[in-house]
Structure formats: structure tokens, C-alpha cells
């Protein structure tokens, strides 16, 4: 038995598809099984599969006779996975030669990592950039309480952390964001802090096609993760408490104030659940809640009062923005 599955879901990928399992195959690390799930393709995706499967006994295919989306497709990959470790690929990026090499090196010499992904390469119709995310497990889980922390595609881990928890299709185009953002609960996450996946942006990508779904996925997944620390998404206030952990700007006095109050009792929730480490927490949420500050909708003397006697965020207010904010409270710019 090998030990990589490597999981590649596929819909008209005919693009992109050949380079993308070339890039696997070429791994510098070669004890591997390439399973991709052929989401239903009606271009010819099925035949350049099949070409692969000549060329490669490590390629083996599933195709899906109706379209059930990326999230189930990861889904049914992982279960028929018979391997302990698990890698993630897209079919229109690419792998690094030496990714799973590395990322199996880590995930063999640190028992109590469940989770590896790594930095990577922003290419095609973006200018070129590299992503680099937090390396450690605490900024991790604190990063993922704003966006998710680790890029899918890079992702390799070991099935038996992942226990009942799967993508799910609801959160479609951020199924990952739900599915690490959950899992980062029951064991430790690392990047390893080197660009080992080239991720191919273009006109195509799902996440630019779905934008509506994707802001109310990121909500709910944001709530979900404040459960952690005993919020609700039943509080009356809940979104305030989204907007002390993720920027939302242009909100007019009121809501800058409760957004304040609702940071507040998140630090001492925190110290009561002790489930984020307090000053990385704090310091994520200080610097959402100034940005918020300044990038409030509008401001007023009364504000400007409370900012510098009751917020408790003046000090940290840099000089510049101090000013900023006295000139628009006085001129109510």
C-alpha cells in the first residue's frame, strides 16, 4: 500500500488538466495515488485521463455521471483513501516538485501535527505574488477567525484527525475555510513557510463566480468559531462580534461602539475558555477594531470624546490617525 492519496477533483479542466497531473507525478516523493474525481466533464477531461492511466498505474480515475460539486468530490476521495496520509491538488495548479517530499517529512517528525500546507505562488491572469500565511498552530487558529489560514490545494494531513468532519457543499465557494477552521480545534496545524504550489488565478476561478454565497459562507463560518469561546450565533449581537474578529468598514458611530464592546467581551471570554492564546488574540483584535476606528463611516465630536476617554483604543491609535480623526470630528469631514 502506498502512502499518499492524492486527491484532484476535475469539471472541464481540459485547460489546465495535464500540467496540473504532471506536476504530481513528477514529485520528487513517488509512493503515491493520484484519484481524480471527473466531476461529469462534457470537454475532454475524460479523455486526457484516460491517457494518463495508460501512461501511469498511479492515476486512477472516478467519473461522476451527474455534477456534484468540488466539496462532495473531496468528500468520497477522502473515503475511498486507504492511505494514512491524505494530499489536496486542484486540477489547474501546480505542485512543486519537492511539496509532498517536505510535507510528509513534517507530518512524520511531529506526532502532534495533523495538518500541513505551505505557502504559494499566485500566477496567471494576477500579477505574479507569493501567499505567505502563518507558520504556527496559535497564529493559525487566531488568523482563521478573519480568513482561512491555510490554501487548500497545499493541504496534506492524516485522515484519522479528520474524524466526522468534511467540506461541506453549503459553504461553497469557503468549503475550506469550514472544514480547517473547524478541524484546527482537534489537532495542531503548520505551513511550512516556503512556496510550494504555483495557484493559477484566471476568470474561471469558482470563488469569483459565487461572491454572495461566499460573504454569507464567511459569516457563518466566523459564528461557528466563536462557539468556541461560548458566543452564540443565537446573540443578539453576533455580527458585532464578527466585525471585532474581521474588518467591516464604513460603519457609522454606533455600530463602531458596540463593535468595541463586543471586542472587549471576546478577550475575557477567551480567558474564561482559554481557547486562542490571549495575546495573540488581542493583538488580532486590536488591530481589526483600529482599522475600524478609522475606517468609520463618519465621526462627531461625541465620538471622538468616547474614542479618547472610554474606548480604551486611543493609545494605540497612531499619531497620524489621531490627527485624522480630530480633524473629522471637529469639521465632521
Not at 505562488?121 to 496559535?138: S, V
Not at 471576546?266 to 481589526?288: F, P
Request: with cysteine; proline share 2%; hydrophobic share 35%.
Amino acid at each position: 500500500m502506498c502512502e499518499i492519496t492524492v486527491i484532484m477533483p476535475v469539471y472541464n479542466g481540459e485547460k489546465y488538466l495535464a500540467e496540473a497531473i504532471n506536476s504530481v507525478l513528477n514529485q520528487t516523493f513517488t509512493d503515491f495515488t493520484l484519484l481524480v474525481l471527473n466531476d461529469n466533464s462534457t470537454d475532454s477531461t475524460a479523455k486526457i485521463l484516460e491517457g494518463f492511466k495508460k501512461q501511469d498505474s498511479r492515476v486512477q480515475v472516478i467519473t461522476k455521471e451527474t455534477n456534484v460539486g468540488p466539496a462532495n468530490l473531496r468528500n468520497e476521495g477522502i473515503e475511498k483513501a486507504n492511505t494514512k496520509f491524505i494530499a489536496l491538488l486542484d486540477a489547474d495548479d501546480i505542485a512543486l516538485p519537492t511539496r509532498f517530499e517536505k510535507q510528509l517529512k513534517v507530518l512524520k517528525e511531529n506526532p502532534e501535527i495533523g495538518v500541513c500546507g505551505t505557502w504559494f505562488t499566485i500566477f496567471g491572469d494576477k500579477k505574479e505574488k507569493t501567499l505567505k500565511h502563518a507558520i504556527n498552530h496559535d497564529d493559525l487558529k487566531v488568523q482563521f477567525l478573519k480568513s482561512c489560514g491555510i490554501g487548500n490545494p497545499t493541504v496534506m494531513f492524516k485522515k484519522a484527525v479528520l474524524g466526522d468532519l468534511k467540506f461541506e457543499h453549503k459553504y461553497v465557494p469557503a468549503e475550506d475555510y469550514g472544514l480547517w477552521s473547524q478541524l484546527i480545534a482537534q489537532t495542531k496545524f503548520h505551513n511550512i513557510p516556503e512556496s510550494l504550489l504555483k495557484y493559477r488565478w484566471h476568470t474561471n476561478n469558482i470563488s469569483q463566480t459565487k461572491i454572495e454565497n461566499l460573504r454569507k459562507s464567511n459569516f457563518l463560518i466566523r459564528v461557528k468559531q466563536l462557539e468556541h469561546i461560548g458566543i452564540k450565533a443565537t446573540d443578539e449581537k453576533i455580527k458585532y462580534y464578527v466585525n471585532a474578529v474581521a474588518l467591516k468598514k464604513k460603519q457609522c458611530i454606533e455600530d463602531v461602539i458596540t463593535t468595541i464592546e463586543a471586542a472587549n467581551h471576546i478577550k475575557n471570554n477567551n480567558k474564561k475558555y482559554n481557547y486562542y492564546k490571549q495575546d495573540i488574540l488581542e493583538n488580532h483584535i486590536d488591530t481589526v477594531i483600529i482599522r475600524t476606528i478609522r475606517n468609520a463611516a463618519h465621526y462627531n465630536l461625541s465620538f471622538y470624546n468616547y474614542l479618547k476617554k472610554e474606548s480604551g483604543y486611543f493609545s494605540k491609535i497612531s499619531l497620524i490617525d489621531k490627527t485624522l480623526i480630530c480633524l473629522k470630528s471637529f469639521f465632521k469631514i
